[in-house]
């Protein structure tokens, strides 16, 4: 990003839109009207503050996306030259961030599904890949509307075509790769190794090849089960702490539904309206409802004990009991050693914690941009900001074990530049 002819530095700039986020996010409004007078960063910058001008910082935004390829490869380098990182294992998953404006005819900015709970504004999907330490390898910028199961197969072409073939291991959630993504994995000249969630219809068919098999313990409250079929291993998994949790959640939500029955049942209602109520408690009851035996008034009948009851289906719940806390693998590497292979499945985590930052420190979200060029400009600067951060928390993680990015940034905070006049 070399000056411009009028001597304006849009490496400062950049610097400047990188750290608001990661110090105090807002929108570029406020980094020109509030933020920059009230930091050091003209101090520390030698500059002014023509410097956040609302036009200069927009016109930084629309140069920096082209160097977005260049820029990680650049950060995988010099990671692994400070923390010694690892590229061999890559946690791949998608977010969605919404925008507060009025739908467009085209672009980017989308109706679909919204990991946000709104699904009254139009959005943009975000692929991440990181590794199991939380550093970000690379990341997309798709239409609102993109069907998770559609963005791996060109993910796993730009890597390669930008890292190179190597032996990886990609450790993704169940709803990401089809089953014909996972043979072409599997079947191509330098098979690529996954590992992936199952939904639990696929324990179902497998149910009975795993009865015979002997639980391995890998953890203290972790044990396995193994199982190979067709070129791949299943590993049943079942955690103590995961099925006591599962179990209490179940519990609390069937006290208020069986609650909230026992009111519908007393109350002096049309059968219509008792439609209505029991429909918003089912909602709010998830899965626990489908536990439940209810029997409806006919029309024609009053609503009251006799003619509407309900009770619990006790097959079911032995059914859904035996399942508590279990969840089901499956990956090409058939030799690999299960406690690794549940260890790498559970480091999915990291990449939630990221988008959790993302979205919550880094405040990414909504979304003000128009256009396709400025909605990528912004989420690559927020991208950097979270670059920045994971190299603060490792380098604490060596340091000073137990402080946080964010910890260490309201403690800076505290710090008052002073000027003495003469």
């Known amino acids: 990003l070399s000056p411009s002819r009028k001597g304006t530095s849009w490496v400062n700039v950049l610097k400047t839109l990188v750290s608001y986020p990661l110090i105090s996010p807002g929108s570029e409004w406020r980094l020109h009207r509030e933020w920059f007078r009230n930091s050091a960063m003209a101090d520390l910058l030698s500059e002014d503050s023509s410097l956040v001008q609302k ?51 085209a672009g980017k900015r989308q109706y679909g599904y919204s990991r946000d709970k709104r699904s009254d504004c139009v959005q943009v999907v975000i692929a991440l890949i990181i590794t199991p330490d939380g550093f970000p390898l690379a990341y997309q910028v798709m239409p609102g509307n993109t069907s998770d199961k559609t963005t791996l197969a060109d993910f796993l072409k730009a890597i390669e075509k930008q890292y190179g073939k190597a032996d990886r291991t990609w450790v993704m959630d169940r709803g990401i790769p089809t089953e014909e993504i996972l043979g072409k994995m599997r079947d191509s000249e330098q098979p690529v190794s996954y590992l992936v969630g199952t939904p639990k219809g ?7 090849s795993f009865l015979d098999k002997s639980w391995e313990q890998v953890q203290s409250e972790v ?6 079929e067709d070129g791949e291993l299943y ?25 909230r029955l026992h009111d519908l049942q007393s109350q002096k209602i049309t059968r219509d309206m008792l439609l209505l109520k029991l429909g918003a408690a089912k909602k709010e009851a998830g899965r626990a409802y489908s536990l439940l035996k209810v029997t409806l008034p006919k029309p024609e009948d009053p609503v009251n004990a006799e003619t509407f009851t309900f009770g619990l289906n006790k097959k079911k719940l032995r059914q859904i009991r035996r399942r508590e806390g279990c969840y089901l693998l499956r990956s090409n590497v058939t030799s690999g050693d299960p406690a690794q292979l549940w260890k790498h499945y559970i480091q999915l985590t990291e990449i939630e914690q990221a988008f959790k930052e993302l979205k919550g420190d880094l405040a990414i979200r909504p979304i003000y941009h128009q256009t ?40 800076f905070s505290t710090m008052q530049m002073v000027c003495l006049l003469y």
């Open 55 to 105: 036009d200069t910082l927009y016109r930084c935004l629309d140069k920096i996306v082209e160097h977005k390829k260049d820029f990680f490869t650049y950060l995988t380098q010099r990671w692994h030259h400070l923390f010694n990182v690892r590229f061999d294992v890559l946690l791949y998953d998608l977010t969605s961030t919404y925008f507060e404006c009025a739908p467009p005819g």
């Open 235 to 259: 590993i049943l998994a079942r955690s103590d702490g995961r099925a006591n949790k599962e179990r209490s959640m179940r519990k609390r939500r069937l006290k208020k539904i069986w609650r």
């Open 223 to 228: 044990k396995v089960k193994l199982l190979q």
């Open 202 to 208: 696929r324990l179902t068919k497998l149910e009975a």
């Open 372 to 411: 396709d060029e400025r909605i990528e400009a912004h989420i690559f600067v927020a991208f950097m900001a979270y670059c920045l951060q994971v190299t603060i928390k490792n380098q604490a993680r060596q340091l000073a074990p137990g402080l946080t990015p964010r910890s260490i940034l309201e403690k």
